[in-house]
């Protein structure tokens, strides 16, 4: 891994938000989190660190946005039916991972039995959904997160983690350990979560965003077409509730294509990036590229807070260089943009719009202020058909300075 981009002043931070990251994974510094020089969004994952992240939340509320949401890699744990109708722990296992009216699973029996001891006891979708919104409720921004979808993950041999889940000795430097990227030493089971159990469980959590008006932070791994799909069905079903909220492609791993379907008919559906994540494969570039500039969003997807401002800071050095934005130097500089001169860039040319003086962090501050505000219409940043179409084929004017 490449050295981390070195951070800027403390002033510039200031407008840096860490759009997805994990700091109830690790043991928490009260010293760290006062001294936060920029804010973090903060998920919850599975029923065990919800109370955290609410407390975190209660503890540092003009550094932390809490995320409620149950984590695709968890939602085995859930069954559909009530509370008063739980069926025992076998049978919900059984009829989830080991359909035995399949006879290609017999096979699959014994390692069946192995993992059956190690997983907890289900509990009702209605009483998770219950609780995310008590968690919500009580912070008017908080978020839905992490929610999504997963046909990558495999349910590992071990016992659920008890917090912090990664107590082991902090890493020299990140990134390590991540959500989205499972540890290798693990040993896995056959099992799998069907997609159908996680687009129920995805979408019982949406329903109450959409109720709510909270904006969701989601994942998707290997599921570029059921994202699509789910999208698609929650525009249609919730209309104008839906593109009220916000939603963040978090360490988005779709294809520039992919990424270009969803941008093309969603006004809500955003992106971020992270080192962590998406640096490991330079199609992040593409990406970076590829994105409407107003559509992007920067995560650390990190597991120790003390890191989130290094590696969100990174992404957005990136996304810099890659769209051929300035990085600005100081506070000041953030917020006056280059209209310094009399509304004149650098080459000379009058500039249109305000932001054309914006630098790296102004824009990304503007896209989290328009993400965390909500209320989509129009696709951001695009007025007139003939402009849509353009998205698609724009990077390389974006790169010598054009919009
Ligand atoms: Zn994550």
Same mark, same amino acid.
Not at 312 to 338: N, P, Q, Y
Not at 378 to 392: A, I, M
């Given at each position: 891994?490449?050295?981390?981009?070195?951070?800027?002043?403390?002033?510039?931070?200031?407008?840096?938000?860490?759009?997805?990251?994990?700091?109830?994974?690790?043991?928490?510094?009260?010293?760290?989190?006062?001294?936060?020089p920029h804010r973090i969004c903060a998920m919850a994952t599975r029923?065990?660190?919800?109370?955290?992240?609410?407390?975190?939340?209660?503890?540092?509320?003009?550094?932390?946005?809490?995320?409620?949401?149950?984590?695709?890699?968890?939602?085995?744990?859930?069954?559909?039916?009530?509370?008063?109708?739980?069926?025992?722990?076998?049978?919900?296992?059984?009829?989830?991972?080991?359909? *035995?009216?399949?006879?290609?699973?017999?096979?699959?029996l014994p390692a069946f039995h192995r993992l059956l001891p190690l997983?907890?006891?289900?509990?009702?979708? @209605?009483?998770?959904?219950?609780?995310?919104?008590?968690?919500?409720?009580?912070?008017?921004?908080?978020?839905?997160?992490?929610?999504?979808?997963?046909?990558?993950?495999?349910?590992?041999?071990?016992?659920?983690?008890?917090?912090?889940? @990664?107590?082991?000795? =902090?890493?020299?430097?990140?990134?390590?350990?991540?959500?989205?990227?499972?540890?290798?030493?693990?040993?896995?089971?056959?099992?799998?979560?069907?997609?159908?159990?996680?687009?129920?469980?995805?979408?019982?959590? *949406?329903?109450? @965003?959409?109720?709510?008006?909270?904006?969701?932070?989601?994942?998707?791994?290997?599921?570029?077409?059921?994202?699509?799909?789910?999208?698609?069905?929650?525009?249609?079903?919730?209309?104008? =509730?839906?593109?009220?909220?916000?939603?963040?492609?978090?360490?988005?791993?779709?294809?520039?294509?992919?990424?270009?379907?969803?941008?093309?008919?969603?006004?809500?559906?955003? *992106?971020?990036?992270?080192?962590?994540?998406?640096?490991?494969?330079?199609?992040?570039?593409?990406?970076?590229?590829?994105?409407?500039?107003?559509?992007?969003?920067?995560?650390?997807?990190?597991?120790?807070?003390?890191?989130?401002? @290094?590696?969100?800071?990174?992404?957005?050095?990136?996304?810099?260089? =890659?769209?051929?934005?300035?990085?600005?130097?100081?506070?000041?500089?953030?917020?006056?943009?280059?209209?310094?001169?009399?509304?004149?860039?650098?080459?000379?040319?009058?500039?249109?719009? =305000?932001?054309?003086?914006?630098?790296?962090?102004?824009?990304?501050?503007?896209?989290?202020?328009?993400?965390?505000?909500?209320?989509?219409?129009?696709?951001?940043?695009?007025?007139?058909?003939?402009?849509?179409?353009?998205?698609?084929?724009?990077?390389?004017?974006?790169?010598?300075?054009?919009?």
């Amino acid at each position: 891994m490449d050295a981390l981009h070195p951070l800027p002043h403390p002033s510039v931070l200031a407008h840096v938000v860490d759009a997805h990251c994990h700091p109830t994974d690790s043991p928490l510094s009260p010293a760290v989190l006062s001294g936060l020089p920029h804010r973090i969004c903060a998920m919850a994952t599975r029923a065990s660190d919800q109370p955290l992240v609410r407390s975190l939340a209660e503890q540092f509320p003009d550094k932390v946005i809490p995320c409620f949401g149950y984590h695709p890699w968890f939602i085995h744990w859930i069954s559909l039916a009530p509370p008063n109708a739980l069926p025992a722990k076998d049978v919900h296992y059984q009829t989830l991972l080991l359909p *035995l009216s399949e006879p290609e699973h017999a096979p699959l029996l014994p390692a069946f039995h192995r993992l059956l001891p190690l997983l907890p006891d289900p509990v009702s979708l @209605a009483t998770i959904v219950e609780d995310l919104r008590t968690n919500l409720s009580a912070f008017p921004h908080a978020m839905l997160g992490e929610v999504g979808l997963d046909r990558a993950f495999r349910i590992p041999f071990e016992r659920p983690a008890v917090p912090p889940y @990664a107590s082991s000795p =902090a890493p020299s430097h990140p990134p390590g350990h991540s959500h989205d990227a499972p540890e290798p030493r693990r040993e896995l089971s056959p099992f799998t979560t069907p997609l159908a159990h996680q687009v129920a469980v995805l979408e019982a959590q *949406l329903a109450l @965003a959409v109720v709510l008006r909270r904006n969701v932070s989601m994942h998707a791994v290997k599921a570029q077409q059921a994202t699509l799909a789910l999208l698609a069905r929650m525009r249609a079903a919730h209309g104008s =509730a839906w593109t009220a909220l916000s939603v963040d492609m978090h360490s988005c791993g779709l294809s520039a294509l992919g990424w270009a379907e969803i941008e093309r008919v969603h006004p809500n559906v955003f *992106l971020s990036l992270s080192t962590a994540i998406n640096a490991r494969s330079p199609a992040h570039v593409a990406l970076l590229r590829a994105v409407h500039p107003a559509r992007l969003l920067v995560e650390s997807d990190f597991h120790d807070v003390a890191y989130s401002a @290094a590696c969100t800071w990174d992404m957005l050095a990136r996304a810099a260089t =890659a769209r051929g934005w300035w990085l600005e130097e100081s506070g000041a500089e953030v917020e006056a943009g280059r209209m310094l001169r009399a509304g004149h860039g650098d080459d000379g040319q009058a500039m249109a719009k =305000a932001e054309e003086g914006w630098g790296a962090v102004r824009r990304i501050a503007e896209n989290w202020r328009v993400f965390e505000r909500g209320g989509h219409t129009v696709l951001p940043g695009v007025k007139k058909k003939r402009d849509k179409k353009k998205l698609l084929l724009d990077s390389s004017e974006e790169e010598s300075g054009g919009e």
